[in-house]
């Protein structure tokens, strides 16, 4: 039996359904779009954008420049289609589980990082310097049925390790391969790693908790802070206790 599709230029469905459809439809997983072709396929809609990151807790992947270096500023990637929230059973899939509230305390405590392997907002993969992380919400418990959307349940995690959490796909080291690499380390090492494995997170220096606070604002601002820091320590007020 063919399935019949709702038509996503039916303007009486809503328009987080309507870019649902569009993607699935016309752009496909593995294809890249941009924000002129979405926002041409659904005219007259504001905040068209909004409506389609509505759709990332729905479990739709939808990668900007940030994510993949070889994205110019108006692409986007569509990685993976997620719920099929046009679906009678599925329309609310993803809808304000969390509040914008508690998605800022979340990523507050913290410290803007991800808990599982400390990469912050912006920044390169130490293993793989072209994708830079993406912060995203994860349960604590990500197979646990019934997982709430309070604070002390969501964790703030980079899409990477939220992915590999999920579906404990995008391994790619063999434990063996990791084990060679915790052997080499000092013992002192060892033993912090340990404390880090048991808590299943790594703990933020000031440092690092400042770094992570700076690679969060806009890049202008970034520019800014920079120079500001350079000038201070040049003129030797940077260390001023
Ligand atoms: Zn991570």
Redesign the pocket.
């Known amino acids: 039996m063919d399935t019949v599709w709702p038509d996503w230029q039916n303007d009486k469905l809503g328009t987080r359904i309507r870019v649902a459809l569009w993607l699935h439809g016309e752009v496909g997983e593995g294809k890249r779009f941009n924000k002129q072709e979405l926002r041409q396929a659904i005219p007259g809609v504001e905040q068209v954008d909004r409506r389609m990151r509505d759709l990332r807790p729905a479990g739709w992947v939808i990668k900007t420049y940030r994510d993949m270096a070889s994205l110019s500023p108006d692409e986007l990637f569509l990685e993976k289609i997620g719920a099929h929230i046009w679906e009678p059973g599925q329309r609310s899939a993803g809808l304000r589980a969390i509040s914008g509230k508690t998605r800022r305390q979340v990523m507050e405590r913290d410290n803007h990082r991800?808990v599982?392997?400390?990469?912050a907002a912006g920044e390169a993969y130490p293993d793989d310097p072209e994708s830079v992380?993406r912060l995203t919400l994860g349960h604590v418990t990500p197979h646990k049925h019934g997982s709430t959307a309070q604070l002390e349940d969501l964790v703030t995690?980079?899409a990477?390790?939220n992915e590999t959490a999920k579906h404990l796909t995008g391994v790619q080291y063999s434990a063996d391969q990791v084990w060679d690499r915790i052997q080499e380390l000092p013992k002192k090492e060892k033993q912090k790693l340990l404390n880090w494995m048991a808590a299943d997170r790594r703990p933020t220096s000031p440092t690092e908790h400042a770094w992570a606070l700076y690679r969060q604002l806009p890049a202008v601002h970034r520019d800014t802070l920079r120079v500001q820091l350079s000038l201070a320590l040049e003129a030797g007020t940077g260390s001023a206790r």
């Open positions: 991800c599982r392997c400390g990469v992380a995690e980079c990477r390790c």
